[in-house]
């Protein structure tokens, strides 16, 4: 089974769970970010990625322009460890690891939670990747990926018992939308899909596919 059709059977799963109210919040919200633009404001192909250097699940601190000296990055941008539909993603990028590692290049991680919760969404899906913290998301602001989640998303995740001001360790609200880049080593962008629907994301063969026909 391929992610696309693992995350439509956790949102079918997910929509029983769901009263009507919330469902139409999370549509309309979801709706909304599309025709907002954000993605139009992305880094595209051939933009040029700028360094950065942000803590691991453990505290050490892992920098762009390291694991450029090696060979390409993929890079993937998730909402969270309370985002089963993150968590499922994670976990399909830890199976086409060896894949990924086989093209010379490095995969990581990042969301904008405390690294304890980066270490928290490690140990809970086996990644033996780098998961980072970009609390306040400023990486992910150069990317253009950041929004702020609208006032009805909000009262959506308190009633499933999230609270993102603890996931995050700030009161701002803003997310990335999922994002995955393949970054070349001269820095530019080879490779990007941004999605504004956070029930789909990339399916990983595409990554694996992207860093074999690469040329730089």
């Known amino acids: 089974m391929n992610l696309a059709q693992e995350l439509t059977n956790l949102r079918i799963q997910a929509q029983t769970h769901l009263s009507a109210d919330k469902l139409t919040a999370i549509n309309q919200a979801t709706e909304e970010l599309r025709q907002s633009g954000i993605v139009n404001r992305s880094l595209k192909v051939g933009d040029r990625v700028e360094n950065f250097a942000l803590p691991n699940a453990v505290g050490n601190t892992i920098e762009l322009k390291q694991l450029l000296a090696i060979g390409a990055v993929v890079t993937s941008f998730y909402r969270g460890t309370w985002c089963r539909f993150c968590n499922q993603e994670l976990r399909a990028l830890q199976e086409v690891l060896p894949e990924i590692q086989a093209q010379s290049a490095s995969l990581i991680a990042i969301s904008p939670q405390t690294p304890d919760?980066?270490?928290?969404?490690?140990?809970?899906?086996?990644?033996?990747f780098e998961v980072l913290s970009d609390v306040g998301n400023h990486v992910a602001h150069k990317f253009g990926i950041v929004y702020q989640l609208p006032e009805s998303m909000r009262?959506?995740?308190?009633?499933?018992?999230?609270?993102?001001?603890?996931?995050?360790?700030n009161k701002t609200f803003e997310l990335p939308i999922p994002a995955t880049y393949v970054i070349a080593p001269n820095g530019k962008v080879a490779y990007a899909k941004v999605e504004p629907d956070f029930t789909k994301r990339l399916?990983?063969?595409?990554?694996?596919?992207?860093?074999?026909?690469?040329?730089?």
């Open 117 to 128: 919760n980066s270490l928290l969404t490690s140990q809970n899906n086996s990644l033996t």
């Open 155 to 169: 009262s959506v995740l308190q009633d499933f018992g999230v609270d993102l001001p603890a996931y995050n360790g």
């Open 203 to 216: 399916e990983p063969t595409e990554i694996v596919t992207a860093l074999q026909t690469l040329r730089y």
